[in-house]
T-cell receptor, first 117, second 110 residues
Framework: EAGVTQFPSHSVIEKGQTVTLRCDPI?????LYWYRRVMGKEIKFLLH????????ESGMPNNRFLAERTGGTYSTLKVQPAELEDSGVYFC???????????????FGSGTQLSVL | DAKTTQPNSMESNEEEPVHLPCNHS???????IHWYRQLPSQGPEYVIH???SNVNNRMASLAIAEDRKSSTLILHRATLRDAAVYYC???????????FGQGTRLTINP
């Protein structure tokens, strides 16, 4: 079974440009999450989808970040325009959707290393 | 979110057991104790989780103190591939997101 797949693995862009990151979750996983680690900081939650709906987007840093999950399958995270402080590793994770009392384990992708110059 | 405290780094030798401690004195009754690890150039990987009783799986064991204010992740026989950053995370029952701390960087010597 394929794991969580992220594309691209690396992206180098200039300040002010736009970048779109893609995440393909494990098939059948309705929960999809975006996290990121910026230089020297901890891994931080960005947002959580349940199918195509945004369940929690409390971690999104500002309105330059837009996440979508049309059709409830893959997700994209667009940064427009990118700033220097957006550099870091962006992780996607997915998990199965059970009842609200269950902690399902998260499966993470290998991440996208974003460098904004 | 309840906080966990872990040593910044630990070192052990190959084929020896490793005990990774975690303090969580403000844990609440519905908080599960989760452990994830991050190998170099990879995303975090689930290791184990528990609530009150000790837990074992093929990767590790989790020993939880009786008062639940601390726990220990046990790798019974470390290999070089176990070198990673290990995160101890409190996750309220039903909570979806994980809140990562700094973790413990584990180095395994050959």
């Amino acid at each position: 079974e394929a794991g969580v797949t992220q594309f691209p693995s690396h992206s180098v862009i200039e300040k002010g440009q736009t970048v779109t990151l893609r995440c393909d979750p494990i098939s059948g996983h309705d929960n999809l999450y975006w996290y990121r680690r910026v230089m020297g900081k901890e891994i931080k939650f960005l947002l959580h989808f349940v199918k195509e709906s945004k369940q929690d987007e409390s971690g999104m840093p500002n309105n330059r970040f837009l996440a979508e999950r049309t059709g409830g399958t893959y997700s994209t995270l667009k940064v427009q325009p990118a700033e220097l402080e957006d550099s870091g590793v962006y992780f996607c994770a997915s998990s199965q959707l059970r009842d609200r009392h269950t902690n399902e384990k998260l499966f993470f992708g290998s991440g996208t290393q974003l460098s904004v110059l | 979110d309840a906080k966990t405290t872990q040593p910044n780094s630990m070192e052990s030798n190959e084929e020896e057991p490793v005990h990774l401690p975690c303090n969580h004195s403000t844990i609440s009754g519905t908080d599960y104790i989760h452990w994830y690890r991050q190998l170099p150039s990879q995303g975090p990987e689930y290791v184990i989780h528990g609530l009150t009783s000790n837990v074992n799986n093929r990767m590790a064991s989790l020993a939880i103190a009786e008062d639940r204010k601390s726990s220990t992740l046990i790798l019974h026989r470390a290999t070089l591939r176990d070198a990673a950053v290990y995160y101890c995370i409190l996750r309220p029952q039903g909570a979806q997101k994980l809140v990562f701390g700094q973790g413990t960087r584990l180095t395994i010597n050959p």
